[in-house]
């Protein structure tokens, strides 16, 4: 078995490990407002739960050079953003609002996506989304970095309202088959759910 140290090797080298062996990974697709009101959109796959009491859930923005990304400077200057499931039925046009595009410039309307009111955030959602979450901004932790500048802005958001579409909701659980969820492998690929297996945790 190979053994790697990552001081040694860059940084893209260690993100390809990363991606590549921790997967697959949920998409978080984050709308968030800027200053001047302009409603951005961003997926992040370095997103997971923190807790259930209260609901949180933590997505982590990468940096480029040490400056935050809009969804992360956006997050901290309004306090709240809303975190979608990405899906088989999104997915397209998730990837679009993928382009480096000016900060006063909305990847809502450049991939054709609907924006909707939330109920308790001022930051709107998006119809297209099957489950989306409102959340409010509990922490932003700072991470890594070199010289001073962190590489990373680790939001944790707490959820505030949760809204799901009543085709894929039943009993208080959601059905993973009617939400057809796909996750992030690495490189350009991603997955769908795929089979579904059972084990009983011991008593």
């Known amino acids: 078995m190979l053994s790697i140290n990552p001081e040694n090797q860059s940084e893209r080298d260690n993100y390809k490990l990363l991606t590549g062996g921790i ?3 949920p998409i ?6 800027s200053e001047t009101g302009v409603l951005n959109a961003a997926p992040f796959s370095y997103f997971n739960i923190v807790s ?12 480029k050079a040490g400056e935050q990304k809009d969804t992360a400077r956006n997050a901290e200057f309004k306090k709240e953003f809303v975190v979608h499931v990405v899906d088989e039925s999104n997915v397209e046009k998730v990837n679009q609002t993928s382009a480096n595009l000016p900060a006063d410039e909305s990847e809502v309307e450049l991939a054709g996506l609907t924006p909707v009111e939330s109920e308790v ?9 099957r489950f989306r979450m409102e959340c409010v901004l509990e922490q932003n932790v700072q991470l890594g970095g070199h010289d001073g500048k962190p590489a990373a ?5 707490r959820i505030v309202r949760f809204h799901i579409d ?32 059972s084990l009983e945790r011991p008593k």
Do not use: C, W
């Not at 978080?28 to 407002?33: G, I, N, Q, S």
């Not at 955030?121 to 989304?129: D, H, T, Y």
């Open 23 to 25: 997967i697959p990974r």
């Open 28 to 33: 978080a697709f984050v709308t968030t407002e």
């Open 52 to 63: 259930a009491d209260p609901p949180m859930i933590s997505v982590s923005v990468q940096r």
């Open 121 to 129: 955030v001022s930051v709107p959602g998006l119809e297209e989304s």
């Open 153 to 157: 802005d680790l939001l944790i958001g």
């Open 166 to 197: 009543e085709a894929i909701y039943e009993k208080g659980r959601i059905h993973a088959d009617k939400l057809m969820a796909v996750s992030r492998l690495a490189g350009s690929n991603y997955a769908k759910l795929g089979e579904v297996f």
